[in-house]
């Protein structure tokens, strides 16, 4: 099959033959690019990696919903499933105006390598709606939420694909959900969906979980490079699920958090943050810029700003050529999914920062979703100690499987990780052969 011509500015010989419906996405290209680095350091079959490197299937919907003021509105929504070879296919669902469906699909084969490294029997999947839930009103995003479940109902199910939380989502989007699928199918279905509120089938410890792992991930990197928590500081890009919780664990642990942001703007101080007094000022609805007790700096400061620990956990691509050489930390921790863009790795290779790659470092939100999905299909509750001792055993294991294969085979952290989750998913697909 000859090569499909995409336009890109930055095209390069692609290992995999590009799928022009994906490949105008810049976020679904650099994807691909990282999948062609680890095509390039592993034996792995070319029907595979071709197979590997487009979703399984992708969903595009509309989703006209009726406005508090009477008008309608339409909406679209995407959810694309990347891999249905190891089991169901997981993950989250992200409420954002700049979500397309080369993005989704990006997302959702991260979340394939994620599963594959963490060894869950999952397959990788995103979905993600165009809309700011912040200008919509709750009985608004409520209305979107169920319409946008009653049209991917036929590709959604706990065997099937089974949603969670991401940017702009939470417990409650999960709720209507699940009560939506529901009384379509007659009975309550917990497990249809993870990252659920407690008293309606949900884990405890799934809300805090990525913050944790992205932690447990930091102190294990901190203990690699010799570094105390207790003489530590972290800069957190993002104060929502993610940043809040791994500022919250980090400050936990010892570790002075100087500067944090979100998408309203950002603050320092330099003598250290107290997390729980600015995680109350936000739950009180106010901004996290007027924090009394931080100076407010421009949101790019962030990455300029001398620490120990950088943790973006917001968007992707916010780590690129730009400011790439321009970071002052010794571990950047990546909470977000694909926050460096591939130009920035090549630059930071030899910048001596130490990378925990977003397909290991916030696996902890996938690793406690498949645990709450467990305990759905069972009706067993487990208890939060079990939880998190669960959930730390599986994050080191895989931080140090990676670890061992970057040191081994001289890779970085990411080609490593992700070598490990592309593995699995090939091995799967050539042991199932191709149907028919
Ligand atoms: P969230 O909606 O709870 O929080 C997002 C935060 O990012 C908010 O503080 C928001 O204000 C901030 N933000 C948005 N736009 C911004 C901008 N332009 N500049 C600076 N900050 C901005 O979302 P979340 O669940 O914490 O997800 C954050 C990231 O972590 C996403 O990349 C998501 O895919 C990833 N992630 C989340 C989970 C999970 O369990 N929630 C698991 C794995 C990965």
Not at 246 to 263: F, M, P, S, W, Y
Not at 299 to 308: E, K, R, S, V, W
Request: charged content about 25%; glycine content about 8%; overall charge neutral.
């Amino acid at each position: 099959m000859s090569a499909v011509p995409v336009s890109s500015a930055n095209h390069h010989d692609f290992p995999h033959t590009p799928n022009p419906v994906f490949e105008n996405s810049p976020t679904f290209r650099m994807a691909c690019r990282q999948l062609d680095a680890v095509a390039e350091v592993i034996d792995v079959d070319k029907g595979v990696l071709q197979r590997m490197s487009v979703p399984k299937r992708a969903l595009v919907v509309s989703i006209p919903v009726r406005m508090d003021d009477g008008r309608t509105e339409v909406f679209t929504g995407y959810r694309v499933q990347h891999s249905l070879t190891s089991g169901p296919s997981k993950g989250g669902l992200r409420y954002h105006p700049s979500v397309d469906l080369g993005e989704v699909a990006a997302l959702a084969m991260w979340m394939s390598w994620k599963c594959g490294i963490m060894n869950l029997p999952f397959g990788g999947a995103k979905g993600g709606i165009g809309v700011d839930p912040a200008a919509l009103s709750r009985g608004e995003i409520e209305r979107l939420t169920r319409r946008f479940t009653e049209e991917v109902l036929n590709v959604i199910g706990p065997r099937m694909d089974v949603m969670a939380p991401d940017l702009g989502t939470d417990e409650q989007t999960m709720a209507w959900i699940m009560d939506t699928y529901s009384m379509k199918i007659g009975y309550a279905c917990p497990e249809v969906v993870t990252g659920k509120p407690i008293e309606l089938g949900g884990c405890v410890g799934r809300r805090e979980a990525t913050g944790r792992g992205v932690t447990y991930c930091i102190l294990e990197a901190m203990k690699e490079l010799n570094l105390r928590p207790s003489e530590s500081t972290a800069v957190v890009q993002g104060f929502g699920n993610v940043g809040s919780v791994a500022c919250q664990e980090l400050a936990r642990n010892g570790v002075k958090i100087v500067a944090t942001g979100d998408r309203y703007g950002a603050i320092r101080n330099l003598k250290g943050i107290d997390v729980a007094a600015l995680t109350r000022h936000v739950a009180e609805g106010k901004l996290l810029k007027d924090f009394p007790n931080a100076e407010e700096i421009s949101p790019a400061d962030l990455f300029t700003t001398p620490c120990t620990v950088l943790v973006p956990a917001a968007l992707e691509r916010v780590v690129h050529k730009d400011n790439a050489t321009k970071l002052r930390c010794r571990i950047l921790a990546e909470g977000a999914n694909g926050p460096t863009t591939p130009e920035a790795d090549e630059l930071l290779a030899d910048s001596g920062i130490f990378i925990v790659p977003d397909v290991l470092c916030n696996a902890g939100g996938v690793t406690v979703s498949y645990f709450e999905w467990v305990q759905d299909i069972q009706q067993f509750l487990w208890t939060e100690d079990e939880v998190n001792q669960r959930l730390k055993e599986l994050m080191l294991r895989a931080f140090h499987q990676v670890r061992t294969l970057a040191r081994e085979r001289k890779l970085s952290m990411r080609t490593a990780g992700l070598s490990l989750g592309v593995q699995k998913i090939a091995k799967e697909k050539m042991r199932r052969g191709l149907y028919p």
